[in-house]
């Protein structure tokens, strides 16, 4: 075999596996990560309905309040801080005026300051969301 030859399979050769793992590398760097859904079991406790007035005005609040956690241990702390709980509720309600809570951003807000109250009584991070069952103000 002459040299020429044997110049052009390795030329060959070194461009064939330079495709080669230049498709592998883009492949392999551009895959996109599968989303993976993870789901909890979630527990719920209805910290019961609160009637209250709102700030300084003569707004009232009435509604049912649910808690949602991760924890299902979290039931019987909820029951032991139960006063504590509704307590802290009812202070986060008054601390507000009727129109800061009525449209759907001031709700959010509310949901996320409570959720921090009950959090901060009952010390735990398994607090996953707050759902009002009934919202009425007047």
């Known amino acids: 075999m002459g040299l020429k030859k044997i110049i052009t399979y390795i030329l060959i050769g070194f461009i064939v596996s330079g495709l080669f793992f230049g498709v592998m590398f883009y492949?392999?760097?551009?895959?996109?990560?599968?989303?993976?859904?993870?789901?909890?079991?979630?527990?719920?406790?209805?910290?019961?309905?609160?009637s209250t007035n709102l700030g300084s005005t003569r707004s009232y609040f009435k509604g049912s309040i649910i808690i949602?956690?991760?924890?299902?241990?979290?039931?019987?702390?909820?029951?032991?801080?139960?006063?504590?709980?509704?307590?802290?509720?009812?202070?986060?309600l008054i601390g507000k005026k009727a129109d800061e809570i009525l449209d759907t951003n001031g709700q959010l807000e509310l949901k996320n300051e409570i959720l921090k109250v009950v959090a901060d009584i009952v010390n735990s991070d398994k607090i996953t969301n707050i759902y009002f069952i009934d919202y009425i103000i007047q």
Do not use: W
């Open 27 to 50: 492949f392999m760097n551009n895959r996109q990560p599968r989303e993976v859904a993870i789901t909890y079991k979630t527990y719920e406790y209805n910290a019961g309905e609160f």
């Open 68 to 92: 949602e956690t991760t924890d299902k241990n979290l039931s019987a702390k909820f029951e032991e801080k139960n006063a504590e709980l509704r307590d802290s509720i009812i202070s986060t």
